[in-house]
């Protein structure tokens, strides 16, 4: 039981170390790419006034994107106790 318990929390931590990765600033990660594509969307929107809401809704998904890194970071702590 307890060998169970202590194998599933090295995995818990593992998989979240593994979404902090893919958060992080790294290249390739998430943050990376959601600032190419609202550099790209800002670009679209000085053409066409109407892509306005297609700007926010991108910068809540960014939002929302900032805050999953702070979630993980809780649940790694959460599972090395």
Do not use: W, Y
């Not at 594509?37 to 700007?55: K, Y």
């Amino acid at each position: 039981m307890e060998f169970q318990r202590n194998s599933n929390a090295a995995k818990l931590l593992q998989l979240s170390q593994t979404a902090l990765d893919l958060l992080s600033d790294h290249e390739g990660s998430l943050s990376v790419q959601a600032g190419l594509i609202g550099r790209a969307l800002m670009e679209l929107q000085r053409l066409d006034t109407s892509a306005t809401a297609v700007v926010s809704l991108h910068e809540q998904s960014v939002s929302v994107l900032r805050e999953l890194p702070k979630r993980a970071v809780a649940l790694c702590g959460k599972n090395r106790d």
